[in-house]
């Protein structure tokens, strides 16, 4: 799975510009804020149908442009195919894949990615939301379906918060309560069982991948957390249902005291394990690193399993904050499928990799 070439028009800081990757390793290289990432940013809004920087598509079109565009020539699934995607305020996007319109959801069929950037450092330290996006981020391109749900909890939630903010200056509110809550719990009872799965998945393949990086001397392990009256997150959606709406009817009263949503898939968490302690907890900054490492490469893996391909691998500015130890770690371990690098102008990346350079500046490539 691959990007072979890829044309930006009004693009963030690119007004018009085309660049042919290699299959393997391509290094972004320049000064700072040029454009490096703008790129990696392109990649990904091709596979996941967004932006990873903002939510907010207008904030992507470049100055004084009335709309952006991305055409990109991929191989995958051992076909040539071609992916384009055209934003313009107030009209939202327009996805077509050989020339068919798909939805956000359905990109994930034809381009898969995984995204490491310095951020993602913190994935062990940080609260429960950003593990939740990991796995909402990976489930969604491989699992059309999951990417439906998600988008429908997300409406539902919103609903349901504005009820409760609301409904002591609209009592008439209160009679839309439940149903939106019930439908919540319906949603969430399905997204439970799909991340729960996944978690399965992540720890099995993070788990060799941790042993070899740590030196043999530490286990990783994770385990999926939610709702506390589920008693089983594999168990039949309808049961999980049933013991979700236990928890809500519990909570209900809370929730109007407090304004929030209590009950939901939106409290759970990816509770991660070295040495069958807490790393969240207890873990050093070196151990969080080489945690995180290990999951994101695991990802990479599940990938791989699920299509046959490995996904585009999207390294932004990630390597400089690793010592040497772990830099050579991921560069060994990133073979077999392609990669886009960025990193400083006056970083050794490229002579490391041996990959193809692209030189960034003002949003021109060379």
Not at 110 to 117: E, H, I, K, Q, R
Not at 264 to 284: P, Q, V, Y
Request: glycine letters at 6%.
């Amino acid at each position: 799975m691959r990007i072979d070439r890829l044309a930006l028009n009004g693009w963030r800081n690119y007004e018009w510009e085309s660049v042919d990757f290699a299959p393997g390793t391509n290094v972004i290289t320049g000064p700072n804020a040029q454009g490096k990432t703008n790129l990696l940013e392109a990649v990904y809004l091709l596979a996941c149908g967004r932006s990873f920087r903002t939510r907010f598509d207008r904030e992507i079109i470049g100055f004084d442009c009335s709309s952006a565009e991305l055409l990109a020539d991929v191989w995958s699934h051992e076909r040539a195919q071609t992916v384009s995607v055209t934003l313009r305020p107030g009209m939202g996007k327009k996805i077509l894949v050989n020339g068919v319109r798909k939805t956000a959801g359905e990109l994930g069929e034809t381009l898969n990615v995984v995204l490491f950037c310095p951020d993602d450092l913190n994935l062990i330290k940080e609260g429960a939301a950003v593990r939740r996006k990991l796995l909402d981020n990976a489930i969604s391109q491989i699992r059309p379906k999951y990417a439906e749900l998600l988008s429908e909890f997300n409406r539902l939630y919103e609903h349901k918060t504005r009820i409760l903010k609301d409904w002591r200056e609209k009592p008439a509110l209160l009679d839309t309560l439940d149903e939106f809550s019930d439908a919540l719990c319906r949603v969430s009872a399905q997204l439970i069982r799909y991340r729960a799965a996944f978690t399965v998945r992540l720890d099995k393949a993070a788990a060799p991948i941790h042993r070899e990086f740590s030196g043999q001397g530490e286990s990783l392990s994770m385990q999926y957390q939610t709702v506390s009256t589920v008693s089983d997150p594999f168990a039949p959606a309808k049961e999980i249902y049933y013991e979700i709406c236990e928890h809500q009817e519990r909570h209900r009263q809370a929730e109007l005291d407090s304004q929030q949503c209590l009950t939901g898939a939106h409290k759970d968490d990816l509770e991660i394990f070295i040495n069958g302690r807490s790393a969240r907890s207890f873990a050093s900054q070196g151990q969080t690193r080489t945690a995180a490492l290990s999951v994101k490469l695991a990802e990479r893996e599940i990938f791989l399993d699920e299509t046959g391909e490995y996904p585009i691998l999207l390294l932004d500015d990630v390597l400089s904050e690793l010592d040497e130890r772990r830099q050579s770690f991921v560069l060994n371990r990133i073979g077999g499928g392609q990669t886009l690098i960025t990193c400083c102008e006056d970083e050794d990346i490229s002579l490391r990799t041996g990959g193809k350079v692209l030189f960034v500046e003002k949003g021109r490539l060379r």
